[in-house]
């Protein structure tokens, strides 16, 4: 009798629940802190906080997982578009969140 055959990682199997590393930057110059908050993060500014990287302006890392986000950035406490969002969401205090997009990864193409 034949063993069964391995049975795949649940994240090999259905790439969308795996996190992907999402870079989110924004040019602020003058900034003292910045920090970013979004539906993945409960909109708590203070869990994503960016790191100043010099004249290219603030960095920070995300692991997300394939899907749609809301987000905003917090600079120095004040509430702030991604510049470079190339799509928005009004929100419920009729103002813009900016949207961002997860794809699935590469390994879409193992299914």
């Known amino acids: 009798?034949?063993?069964p055959p391995p049975i795949q990682p649940i994240s090999e199997r259905f790439p969308a629940l795996e996190?992907?590393?999402v870079t989110l930057?924004?040019?602020?110059?003058?900034a003292k802190e910045v920090q970013v908050a979004g539906n993945f993060n409960s909109w708590r500014p203070d869990a994503n906080p960016l790191e100043n990287i010099g004249c290219e302006g603030w960095t920070t890392h995300l692991m997300l997982k394939s899907g749609q986000y809301e987000y905003r950035f917090v600079v120095?406490?004040?509430w702030t578009n991604d510049p470079q969002a190339q799509e928005s969401a009004t929100n419920p205090y009729g103002e813009l969140n900016s949207v961002l997009k997860v794809g699935l990864d590469d390994r879409v193409d193992l299914l």
């Open 25 to 30: 930057t924004l040019y602020a110059p003058e």
């Open 76 to 78: 120095d406490g004040v």
């Open 19 to 21: 996190e992907q590393e």
């Open 1 to 3: 009798m034949k063993p």
